[in-house]
Structures are given as structure tokens and as C-alpha cells.
Nanobody, 118 residues
């Protein structure tokens, strides 16, 4: 079974950084596109990043380009989201995802809360 478990959220001041981690199991990173989504209060879940290793297809939301970077440790089955230059509008619950495209995903982990104070 595909399992995803995100961690690393917290409270940070604007301009700060956080690194989210997602422990993934039940699939390989060559099998599915992997990514991160977020949902802010009162808003729909939105794609932050989705990458398919097999052909290099990469999507980053315009709002995070140049600030957020996704990486992965294939040997450890871990997906990371490095978030720099955080803004209050980045406040949301962040979810890691597998078998994603920019609009959604077939597999979700539980979310981790990121709160950015101004």
C-alpha cells in the first residue's frame, strides 16, 4: 500500500525557512510523480510542486517559484520541501502526494501545519 507521512511543519516568522519531510513507502519514485499540495483556511487545496522523475516533467506554482524546492532521497524513501523566504500567505496545511499532477493526486499523506507570522 502507498503510504505517505509528512512532518516538519511549525510556526516561523516571515522571511524564515522550513524544511518539510515526507516518509514514503509502497512505491518507487520512478513509478509515480511526487509532489506537495497545500490548503489554506477557507481555500481549496492547491498544487505547490509536482515532479515526474521518468521524463523530468516539473511543475511549481508561480507563487512559490524561486523560493520552494522539492528534493528526494530515493534510498530512504523521503521527499523534502525546502521553503525559503516564507510569507504569511504561505500559511496552510501542507500535504505530500504521489501519482500527482498540478491539479490533484491519487495518494495523499496526512497534512502538516505551516504558519508564517508577519
Amino acid at each position: 500500500d502507498v503510504q505517505l507521512q509528512a512532518s516538519g511543519g511549525g510556526l516561523v516568522q516571515a522571511g524564515g525557512s522550513l524544511r518539510l519531510s515526507c516518509a514514503a513507502s509502497g512505491f518507487t519514485f520512478d513509478e509515480f510523480a511526487i509532489g506537495w499540495f497545500r490548503q489554506a483556511p477557507g481555500k481549496e487545496r492547491e498544487g505547490v510542486v509536482c515532479v515526474r522523475r521518468t521524463d523530468g516533467t516539473t511543475y511549481y506554482a508561480d507563487s512559490v517559484k524561486g523560493r520552494f524546492t522539492m528534493s528526494s532521497d530515493n534510498a530512504k524513501g523521503t521527499i523534502f520541501l525546502q521553503m525559503n523566504g516564507l510569507k504569511p500567505e504561505d500559511t496552510a496545511v501542507y500535504y505530500c502526494a504521489a501519482d500527482c499532477d498540478p491539479d490533484g493526486s491519487n495518494y495523499w499523506g496526512q497534512g502538516t501545519q505551516v504558519t508564517v507570522s508577519s
